[in-house]
């Protein structure tokens, strides 16, 4: 494995790894690991680093729904320009085209539910492209960025075994 | 009870006290478990639920399922072993059982067995209950616990019956190379001893593949391998290995294994086949995940000043404390609560070593160094 995927591979599952810790685990050195962080950030594969939020537990959190948008493309309009208008929109979080019965997948995150619909009814609806929205609301999330959402760790084994 | 004198005189695991100690206290790091921190695959366990629900709960064959033998026999051609499922192979309840099975099958009364040390704890008293007396062989540091021809040699292991060979080792994580092996073997076929290869780590080797001394020229005929699906697969609790061997040997050990054991469990069994064929990628991730947590312990403990050599398989790293190794794991744990194993626990050789497990997760390896390192620089 070359050392940038190497990196990868620590950073994807831990962002919050410093570069010495990166380069024990790595067995490359911390100058290395430096090189291979700028580089996956200038070639585009790393775009940030965020904390993965249970928004459940946090008071005055936000609510989450996943949108289906159809849309109706033209001479003029293709999908990078439809994506190009939502994207824009902060309250935005995700936006993908995908395969299947509708076009866009779109994660919309917004303080409550009426919020999300406002945004979904004012701002989306109406762009000329689009033809059908299906707002599905998140109401529990069981596993996100690869996490389980659950209490604390199990872990029952024998402290001390051969 | 009037109770047997070999139960009687069986010495204590020196584990226990340690064991003991840790669990008195519930703010334990502990780096002392030997076994992993995942669960089985998913997709292993619901192959053994489905088999309850579909009543899957009778015996199997005494050699256990012919589809998990058949899968068995064909997974063990990556490391360039070749056994017949219909007569090579037999499913035990664990690795444990097939340890002892092996004893029993070619061990008699006064027969001796070399065991290089440290080690596992378990061959002493295996070869004990068989009849048979155990002669150590102790591996050295500098030899980064390998066995060698010369160590053999200098414990007398020539007058010797049975060698026991487990590498990857617990507790050293030390592995050999075909090289290294080829020394061994020769020593083996000169010596006529046949061996009991406890390879239940094979699948975590970091860098180079897994070697074993049954594939040595001469070799297979005078060798039981052991493994099983604890360690790769993270299914410990389910207790299903397997020895494979020569038919007459697999055929000697079936026929204990019928009358003490009957077969083994039948749940995991239906784990196992699905574990065998669709979990290679989560073995690679834990193996990688192991490797990442590998090099951060060793290159902590390093820095810290207790020199550790690099282990390159199983799960445990083996530092040098110097000295009194239990005092250090004792005070260890009272001062930081973190827990080790002295590796005196493993025999000869362990002495002035820790066995360190790193079979837990990322953020308490690094709080548990941290907190190793700050005892150190105090002491």
Avoid at chain 1, 103 to 111: K, N, P, R, S, T
Wanted: aromatic share 8%; glycine share 8%; proline share 4%.
């Amino acid at each position: 494995m070359d050392a940038e995927r190497e990196v990868l591979d620590v950073l994807a599952r831990n962002a919050r790894e410093d570069i010495d810790d990166i380069a024990a685990q790595t067995g490359l050195d911390a100058a290395a690991v430096a090189d291979a962080i700028d580089a996956l950030e200038a070639d585009g594969v790393v775009h940030g680093y965020q904390a993965v939020v249970d928004w459940d537990r946090v008071d005055e959190g936000k609510i989450r729904a996943v949108v289906e948008i159809n849309v109706e493309l033209d001479r003029e309009t293709g999908y990078e320009q439809v994506a190009d208008r939502i994207a824009k929109f902060p309250a935005v979080d995700a936006l993908h085209l995908v395969s299947g019965d509708y076009d866009f997948a779109v994660e919309v995150l917004g303080e409550n539910m009426q919020d999300v619909s406002e945004f979904i009814s004012e701002q989306v609806a109406p762009m000329p492209a689009v033809t059908q929205t299906v707002t599905h609301y998140i109401m529990e999330t069981y596993k996100d960025g690869g996490i389980r959402f659950e209490d604390g760790d199990d872990d029952d084994r024998l402290s001390v075994s051969p | 009870m009037r109770l047997s004198d070999r139960a009687r005189t069986l010495p204590e695991s020196g584990i226990r006290k340690f064991f003991e100690l840790a669990e008195a206290r519930d703010d334990v790091i502990s780096l002392g478990v030997g076994e992993p921190d995942f669960s089985a695959p998913w997709t292993a366990r619901t192959a053994a639920i489905d088999s309850l629900e579909r009543g899957k709960t009778s015996y199997t064959a005494n050699r256990g399922m012919a589809a998990l033998r058949e899968r068995i026999a064909d997974h063990h051609e990556r490391y360039d072993q070749s056994y017949d499922p219909g007569e090579e192979v037999l499913v035990t309840t664990g690795a444990s059982e097939a340890v002892d099975l092996a004893f029993r099958a070619l061990v008699d009364p006064g027969d001796t067995v070399a065991v290089h040390e440290p080690t596992y704890i378990s061959y002493g008293p295996g070869i004990e209950l068989a009849g048979g007396e155990q002669l150590t062989v102790p591996t050295r540091a500098a030899d980064d616990f390998a066995l060698t021809r010369e160590s053999l040699e200098a414990a007398g292991a020539a007058e010797a019956d049975v060698l026991v060979c487990c590498y990857p080792n617990n507790p050293t994580g030390a592995t050999m190379t075909d090289e290294e092996l080829a020394e061994v073997a020769a020593f083996c076929r000169d010596e006529n001893l046949r061996v009991v290869a406890d390879e239940i780590y094979a699948a975590l080797t970091y860098g180079d593949d897994h070697a074993s001394i049954a594939t040595q020229p001469g070799m297979r005929e005078r060798t039981v391998v052991v493994n099983g699906f604890s360690k790769a697969y993270a299914m410990t609790g389910l207790r299903l290995g397997y020895a494979l061997g020569p038919a007459d040997a697999v055929d000697a050990m079936n026929r204990i294994h019928q009358y003490t054991m009957l077969s083994a469990p039948t749940t995991p069994q239906y784990a196992a086949i699905e574990a065998l064929d669709r979990c290679d990628d989560e073995v690679a991730e834990m193996v990688d995940e192991y490797d990442r947590r590998r090099r951060l312990v060793v290159s902590r403990f390093n820095e810290m000043g207790l020199d550790t050599f690099e282990p390159g398989g199983a799960f445990y790293a083996f530092p040098e404390c110097g000295g009194d190794d239990e005092a250090f794991a004792e005070e260890l744990l009272e001062a930081e609560g973190v827990a080790v194993v002295p590796g005196s626990v493993f025999g000869a050789g362990g002495e002035g070593h820790l066995r360190v497990s790193y079979a837990t997760s990322m953020r308490e390896l690094k709080e548990a160094t941290d907190r190793i390192a700050a005892f150190v620089a105090d002491r």
